[in-house]
């Protein structure tokens, strides 16, 4: 197990390269892409149940979990050993390339229905959008929640709330979720599936 002294050096390093103008590739990015699109799907927009869409995700978020991944703090039999295989300027590249593409599309349950409408009411409790930004398409380090996939906008609360997620910004997460019940958690994922 990684120590998180050692961990938090490794980002601060991986992190302060990309600052001193280390100019990351979208081209490139999109040819490493091309090893994750059996699961994340073309332009990065996910078929496949509990998978992620990444497209139009934060460039910066890309880049942490990844990093995440690679160490090992974040656990998943799939991703580790393809984010272990990932360079720095890979990361990097994916960052730039999926943060550049389109968003998918809302899911189409719509924000019309019952559950959506309870899931809106409930963001604005929580004030999701301090964090995630004023149409919850993400900011820096934070995700992009509209038009993910519901399974996996779900499954991301249920892990926030059970512990199992780590990350940037867990200890909110963490208190976010506390107070919602999996009703809740259904309704919030509802919304943001169906938002543009």
């Given at each position: 197990m990684i120590r998180p002294s050692i961990l938090f050096v490794t980002l601060v390093l991986f992190f302060a390269g990309s600052e001193r103008g280390v ?51 974040r656990k998943n039999e799939v991703m580790q050993p393809i984010a272990e295989a990932l360079s720095n300027e890979e990361i990097r590249n994916l960052g ?101």
């Amino acid at each position: 197990m990684i120590r998180p002294s050692i961990l938090f050096v490794t980002l601060v390093l991986f992190f302060a390269g990309s600052e001193r103008g280390v100019a990351a590739d979208a081209a490139a990015g999109k040819a490493v892409a091309a090893g994750c699109a059996g699961c994340h799907g073309e332009d990065g927009i996910a078929q496949s149940p509990d998978t992620p869409s990444l497209a139009a995700q934060p460039d910066e978020f890309i880049q942490w979990q990844l990093v995440y991944f690679r160490s090992g703090t974040r656990k998943n039999e799939v991703m580790q050993p393809i984010a272990e295989a990932l360079s720095n300027e890979e990361i990097r590249n994916l960052g730039a390339y999926y943060s550049a593409l389109p968003p998918p599309k809302p899911q189409a349950s719509g924000a019309a229905d019952a559950l959506a409408q309870e899931g809106e009411k409930i963001a604005k409790q929580f004030r999701c959008r301090t964090c995630h930004a004023d149409k919850l398409e993400g900011k820096k380090v934070t995700a992009r929640l509209a038009g993910q996939r519901e399974d996996v906008l779900l499954k991301a609360l249920r892990d926030f709330k059970s512990g199992l997620r780590i990350g940037v910004g867990v200890a909110t997460m963490a208190d976010v979720v506390y107070g919602l019940n999996d009703h809740d958690m259904q309704a919030l994922a509802r919304y943001m599936a169906a938002l543009p």
